[in-house]
């Protein structure tokens, strides 16, 4: 039997009893052979490394050892090995898991389903109420001039304590990508508990999802699901691609 065969029967642990008697044989008398067996044993060592730093450093001493020492093995079997580590290197660095390489990615999930939520408020219609400091806020807004709508919502809500303005302040700094002043918006907003609820709970399981809280945002998306019909369909789709 070929020695490559043999040692991935020893890997599998699936010698039968003659085998092993030659396995132990070439141990104890081969030193190419005993090399080749502790080099691809430190494969497996590779393999369920989670620290990437550690990882590095045993991929280098692998390929040093690999490089500076004789081998039994063909260049196919040395191909085989090595790019079985390499691809395992990649995956960690790229921050997944060897378990789990399909974890959902925060950024798109949010990027996909985000957008600034319609005004439902103060329509814009050229005549009417035009002088109101709501109009030119909502103005701003649907011109998509939102860092100047934030500032307007944000001085309107201290005069007038309307609670569907932290929801377009929010909104408004969503669309701005400034997710961290947001959310406590998103979050007062939601003690109000007015007309308006339900899309202020979806958007800010948004802006946790962007801000990788994936818990408190499964949480929202639970009680849309189960409470809502505003973007119901969107937050059982979420749920699935975040479990």
């Keep these: 039997m ?22 132990d044989s ?8 005993s090399k080749n067996v502790a080099l691809i ?10 620290d990437r730093v550690a990882l590095r ?20 079997a040395y191909k085989k090995y090595i790019v079985a580590a390499s691809i395992i290197l990649l995956a960690v660095i790229a921050g997944l898991t060897f378990f789990n390489p399909f974890a959902a990615n925060t950024d798109q999930l949010y990027a996909s ?22 109009f030119k806020a909502f103005t701003l807004y649907e011109n998509k001039n939102y860092k100047d709508a934030a500032v307007q919502f944000e001085a309107l809500f201290t005069v007038t304590q ?9 909104n408004a700094l969503l669309a701005d990508n400034q997710i961290k002043k947001a959310i406590p918006l998103l979050e007062k907003h939601l003690s109000y508990n007015d007309e308006l609820s339900e899309r202020g709970r979806w958007y800010l399981a948004l802006a946790y ?24 369909g969107s937050a059982e789709i979420l749920l699935k691609k975040l479990n």
């Excluded at 070929?2 to 396995?23: A, C, N, P, R, V």
């Excluded at 070439?26 to 052979?33: K, R, Y």
């Excluded at 060592?45 to 989670?50: I, L």
């Design 2 to 23: 070929e020695h490559e065969e043999l040692i991935d029967k020893y890997l599998q642990g699936t010698l039968s009893e003659i085998e092993k008697e030659q396995f």
């Design 26 to 33: 070439l141990l104890e008398n081969s030193s190419i052979f």
């Design 41 to 50: 044993e430190n494969l497996k060592v590779v393999a369920g490394t989670e």
């Design 57 to 76: 450093k045993q991929m280098a001493v692998f390929e040093s050892k690999i490089d500076n020492e004789p081998t039994v093995f063909s260049l196919l």
């Design 113 to 134: 389903n985000f957008e600034p939520y319609k005004n439902v408020v103060t329509p814009i219609v050229r005549g009417d109420n035009e002088d109101s400091d709501e």
């Design 162 to 170: 309307r609670s569907y303005l932290l929801l377009y302040q929010a």
């Design 209 to 232: 999802i962007k801000e990788k809280r994936n818990e408190e945002a499964i949480i929202l998306l639970n009680e849309i699901v189960q409470n809502g019909s505003f973007k119901k």
